[in-house]
């Protein structure tokens, strides 16, 4: 077809790649594995950021800043998070540059070493439990609800668009308590934000979980995750809510004196999304000609696009339209009215398609004798004739809401008919192999077996979830005794 | 006094310094020349973020996102950019760390340095228009008129809060078009925002003029300014906007296609300004007692502070406050009700005019008896005894209007008593002792002599301003003829 987009039944990876750039989301730079974020794609991202961050101020959180760089002896000081943050990074060794007296053109100036390296922050847990050693003092300063929007580096081998890339944007909440308890229901709170957010907004059901120890987070107690499954019955890690416990406060020598005149560490969570959450809404609801995006992010709601043939009919569809789109905006619907000449009917159709507007409206001659106008909705390709008149605005947002949950229940379908159970390890690996998806099975709670699954099958343990019942049985693998069933997929 | 400031007539410096930090606003970091900015402080940055981004988008631009890293060979692509900017920077050259065998704890992984070196950016020129080369081949893809919200680098030997850091936040708009008229349209355009922002939001009178042959930025043709008058007489330039020429379209090969079928170089701008709004906020209004926040961009714009003895009379007055909140809040005006028991009503009160709020609320038991409430604004500490009816939200919106232009009334005065005319060098020499401020005079347009006047004086030419009739003269050092008079001042 003319967009050039292969099916997602012939090469779904491919699919993939190609919407990302075609639809203008991100494309690579010129600097291995960092992204740019097109304008389109970034449009969205604005959408998902002010969604987020109005629930994050709702739940009391305030933003911060804190540096980009982290002096490399930080990463130390905890001792589980040097082992999975300090090997793969950006390290800044100099401050700068100089002509080459040799004629070898722009060099590192040598003597200008930095005394100790710096490194470009991969998460930032360490410069800022290093600042709230100074920020809190007594239990008058608990709690301390902080977030920050920021760039952040791993240096990956591997990349792909919006899924892994070494520099990426994301949120991370840090937050330091005075009881345990207070930390907990933290962890848990803003795990469930991220939850109402990927299905209230993105139109994406999520699995609550807890990771198990080989998956958690370097450096927490407990990472609690929402889990998602794509199209191609591949899961996607969408979101993390880590409980921290003591470790950052005695790492950092983070105390406060509590109600009783006692000095005490605190305790901590940090939380964070990242522009995977694209990757995610892509994958999540897209089809062969192109993105869907749920209304609720899409930065064009609603696309017009005039039949025309001459310039009187091109003036007297604008005259129809333009109360029209007052309509729409009144009632806070984004619309855009695509007046151009430069482009036909049919070459804009395929762009929007492309670009996932959920609604589009046509309207030509025929339409200004009759008072109708064509409604295409982008979820489920149908197309009706509505009557022009003023109950219009209040039709097309009705369909919006129609349509944001249609594809939460399309997505939520899909993954119930990709969810399955398997009670032996042969019968897991068919049904990973025939069906991929979400497979709950019984597992001994090791690592060992856990890592003998992943060698095997290239299958993870997911989550444990934590919303449904726990009911025992034994490890499909060892037949050892299993505290309730967990969840495999291969993932993203 | 209690607040520990120093006042600015002692010591206008450390008045400053201590201000900023005092009232939340920031702190230096561990990291050498970075700054922490802290929950209040950044809740400003937001405020004043917002209101840019709605006049970015507003003129047509929308967002996007490039890289983080810059190859080193990149900066020298535009020879003039690369003696600006390849200077003083942060350089990444190896890609991983390693725990040391001989027991010297994290080090530097030798096996892990990049081919080519990666310069943390500066500013985004070079990484944008190597983009750039493959968005615009044709007429119909310009005007391309992208801006980026970000933190850059630039190592500073001496760095001060918010006014001169290593790393920085800021926007950099960068636009393509087909025309040097186009171009230099949008350059003014821009410079017309930024004026426009700084005096309707921060309440900060600006000039705008073009920069000196020697402070241009590097890599442009003509720089444009904004140049704001702080209480101390020193100059501070807030934003800046670039005519580029076809510079950047030359060095990156960026050719389009224009109607007539014929391939040209494109024109470019680029434009920002930075965290360092917030210095200029802090030090054209702020007090002895603490931060004046102008109305629009106060986090809080009104405080309620209650007066009680006890139990019942906080719950009284409470009962009382709580329909004036939502009576504020409908107005759409941010208010704090300050209702803790752990801090006296003295206590708040400095605190909040430490912070800078608008206007304060009290209300005690009396108030409570006689239906009244104390109304206290910030900017000229007056307090009125104001009838609690239902006409209170209107009367504060109306006062909160009223603080903003009393603000920027101030300003406007304190520069105009602030700025003269130097017909002789020992007269200029004589304001810039006695009085400082912004000097009109004549100069011959020479780099020599503006090198002169600075080594001798510490003043520089801040710009070449455009809104005024230029009248020739003669220079007041070299007595050469000149075309206009320019504007000098000792600057941040």
């Known amino acids: ?138 239990y008058r300063d608990l709690p301390l609800l902080v977030n920050q929007w920021a760039n952040v580096v791993r240096w990956e081998m591997r990349t792909r668009l919006f899924l892994r890339t070494s520099e990426f944007l994301w949120q991370e909440g840090h937050t330091a308590h005075a009881t345990k308890d207070e930390a907990l229901i933290e962890t848990r709170q803003m795990l469930d934000v991220y939850a109402t957010f990927a299905e209230e907004f993105m139109a994406i059901p999520v699995l609550k979980g807890l990771k198990t120890e080989s998956e958690k987070f370097a450096g927490a107690e407990d990472t609690y995750c929402i889990e998602t499954l794509m199209q191609d019955g591949k899961a996607l890690q969408a979101g993390t809510s880590h409980f921290l416990g003591q470790n950052f406060a005695k790492a950092f020598d983070v105390k406060f004196l509590d109600r009783e005149g006692q000095l005490n560490f605190v305790w901590g969570t940090s939380w964070g999304v990242s522009t995977r959450l694209m990757g995610a809404l892509v994958m999540a609801h897209s089809d062969d000609e192109g993105l869907v995006v749920p209304p609720k992010l899409a930065p064009i709601q609603v696309v017009i696009v005039p039949i025309f043939k001459n310039e009187d009919q091109r003036d007297a569809i604008a005259e129809k339209v333009n109360p029209i789109i007052k309509q729409l905006q009144d009632s806070g619907i984004s619309v855009k009215f695509d007046n151009r000449d430069t482009q036909k009917p049919g070459w804009k159709f395929a762009e929007y398609e492309l670009k996932g507007v959920p609604v589009r409206l046509a309207i030509g001659p025929n339409d200004l004798e009759n008072g109708t106008i064509e409604v295409a909705r982008r979820d489920t390709k149908e197309k009706q004739l509505w009557e022009l008149n003023d109950q219009l605005a209040i039709r097309i947002s009705n369909l919006l809401d129609e349509i944001q949950s249609n594809l939460y229940e399309k997505a939520l379908k899909f993954r119930e008919i990709n969810t399955h159970e398997a009670d032996s390890y042969s019968k897991f690996k068919d049904i990973l192999e025939s069906k991929g998806g979400f497979i709950y099975a019984h597992w001994d709670g090791t690592t060992e077996t856990e890592e003998r699954i992943k060698e095997e099958t290239k299958a993870t343990i997911r989550c444990i979830p934590i919303e449904v019942k726990a009911t025992p049985g034994h490890c499909m693998v060892t037949g050892k005794p299993s505290k309730q069933m967990v969840v495999f997929a291969k993932a993203y």
């Not at 992204?35 to 959180?61: C, N």
């Open 1 to 138: 077809m003319a967009k050039g987009l292969v099916k997602r039944s012939e090469d779904y990876s491919q699919w993939y790649n190609d919407l990302v750039k075609k639809a203008d989301l991100a494309e690579n730079s010129a600097v291995r594995g960092c992204m740019v974020i097109k304008p389109y794609g970034f449009s969205i991202w604005e959408k998902i950021q002010r969604g987020l961050d109005d629930m994050f101020k709702a739940t009391g959180h305030t933003n911060a800043y804190f540096p980009l760089f982290i002096p490399k002896s930080y990463l130390s000081r905890e001792a589980d998070h040097v082992e999975g943050f300090a090997k793969e990074c950006a390290v800044v060794t100099h401050y700068r540059l100089k002509v080459d007296e040799n004629g070898g053109g722009l060099i590192v100036d040598p003597e200008a070493k930095l005394e100790e390296e710096l490194i470009v922050r991969p998460t930032s847990e360490t410069v800022i439990w290093s600042t709230y050693k100074n920020w809190i003092q007594s």
